[in-house]
Structure formats: structure tokens, C-alpha cells
């Protein structure tokens, strides 16, 4: 299984500053043949599902603000808020689907300063 | 519109059977994967296996594999989770995700159902 680690585990940012999850996986999930990673950020907030903000690790999701973007590639990656708003305080997991079935990363809680 | 609806919430003891399910409608059952996800209270996201409704290709993550059984009953929409003999450390939300391959993320989630075991 890959193995996939998030940090920090949690970050608390004023509100309109910038934050920055990282995910690490233990083995690249970057397939060659066509040039896409295999992973995704989810972002979850309590008693809620998760919901798809980035897939294929930079590319939003229909409707989700602009102020979210995906970076990185093979086996580094990032998720970023630019801005912070109220509503972004959650939870966020990358998961990737490149080994069946996938695995998510721990989590990363996201608080205002 | 694509929905995954999921049974209610369940309390059982050890020892216990149960089999929770999943029902899909809005697109086409028998044509994308349903995965099954656990989250243990307060903990993060953990994938159990995923289904294909269609022929019923199933394939299970390591920590799951003989723990629980993954089914799918293509006639009436509907995929299934269970377990034979429940632990109180399989309290915990599950939710049904639908996801369009086998190697591909998922983009529509069920509301989860909130499994309690406890004596």
C-alpha cells in the first residue's frame, strides 16, 4: 500500500492569509504513460461528507473558489488557500487512486488564528 | 441527479451481524465502482474496498480483507457492506462513494451511516 503523510497535522491562519497542506506519498503515484498524478484533495467539515476540491492534483473541481490550488507532482505535493476564509475551516485529506483501491492521507485541520 | 443514499444509523452488540447498504440512482449502477470509507470517531478517512456493480469485481484494502464483505446487488441499485461477528472497534461513520474507475477518484458520496457497537 502507499503510504500517505500529511503535514502539519493541523494550522490555525488569520483570516485572508495564506495556507499550505503538504502530502508526501511513499512511492510516486505520477503515472508516465500520461503524465497524471493520481491523487486528489478532499476537504471535509463536521457531520458532512467529504467534498472533491482538486483532482488529478491541480485541477479544481467544478465550483470551488479559486482561492484553493493544487501543486506538485510524483511524490511532493501541496494544497493551497490563499486567502483563508471562515467557511474553509475543516478538514483536508489528499488521497491517492493510484494503487487499488487508494489510500488518504491523515488529515489536516484547519483553524483560524 | 446522481445520489447515493445509505441505510440509517445502526446499534448492535459484539458478536453481532450486520449489513448496511448503499443504494444509487441518477446514472447508470452497473457502470462505476463503489467504495466503502470508515471513519472512526474523531479519526480521518480509511478506504475498505471498493465493488463493481456490474460483474462484481471486488478488491479490498489489506487492513479490511476477511474483516468485512463487500456485495453489490445490481437488480435493485444497491451495494452493501457487512460484517459477521461486530466489534466495539467498529463503531464508527461508513460512507458509500461512487467512483467512475478503477483508478480514478471518487465524486459522489452517500450522507454515511453511524454504526454504534457497544454491550
Known amino acids: 500500500d502507499i503510504v500517505m503523510t500529511q503535514s502539519p497535522d493541523s494550522l490555525a491562519v488569520s483570516l485572508g492569509e495564506r495556507a499550505t497542506i503538504n502530502c508526501k506519498s511513499s512511492?510516486?503515484?505520477?503515472?508516465?504513460?500520461?503524465?497524471?498524478?493520481?491523487l486528489v484533495w478532499y476537504q471535509q467539515k463536521p457531520g458532512q461528507p467529504p467534498k472533491l476540491l482538486i483532482n488529478w492534483a491541480s485541477t479544481r473541481d467544478s465550483g470551488v473558489p479559486d482561492r484553493f490550488s493544487g501543486s506538485g507532482s510524483g511524490t511532493d505535493f501541496a494544497l493551497t488557500i490563499s486567502s483563508l476564509q471562515a467557511e474553509d475551516v475543516a478538514v483536508y485529506y489528499c488521497?491517492?487512486?493510484?494503487?487499488?483501491?487508494?489510500?488518504f492521507g491523515q488529515g489536516t485541520k484547519v483553524e483560524i488564528k | 441527479e446522481v445520489q447515493l443514499v445509505q441505510s440509517g444509523a445502526e446499534v448492535k452488540k459484539p458478536g453481532e451481524s450486520l449489513k448496511i447498504s448503499c443504494k444509487g440512482s441518477?446514472?447508470?449502477?452497473?457502470?462505476?465502482?463503489i467504495g466503502w470509507v470508515r471513519q472512526m470517531p474523531g479519526k480521518g478517512l480509511e478506504l475498505m474496498g471498493i465493488?463493481?456493480?456490474?460483474?462484481?469485481?471486488?478488491r479490498y484494502s489489506p487492513s479490511f480483507q476477511g474483516q468485512v464483505t463487500i456485495s453489490a446487488d445490481k437488480s435493485l441499485g444497491t451495494a452493501y457492506l457487512q460484517w459477521s461477528s461486530l466489534k466495539a472497534s467498529d463503531t464508527a461513520i461508513y460512507y458509500c462513494?461512487?467512483?467512475?474507475?478503477?483508478?480514478?477518484?471518487?465524486?459522489?458520496w452517500g450522507q454515511g451511516t453511524l454504526v454504534t457497537v457497544s454491550s
Open positions: 465493488i463493481y456493480p456490474g460483474d462484481s469485481d471486488t
Open positions: 488521497h491517492q487512486y493510484y494503487s487499488i483501491p487508494g489510500t
Open positions: 462513494a461512487r467512483r467512475i474507475g478503477l483508478r480514478y477518484f471518487v465524486d459522489y
Open positions: 441518477g446514472y447508470s449502477f452497473t457502470s462505476y465502482w
Open positions: 512511492q510516486s503515484v505520477l503515472d508516465s504513460s500520461n503524465n497524471k498524478n493520481y
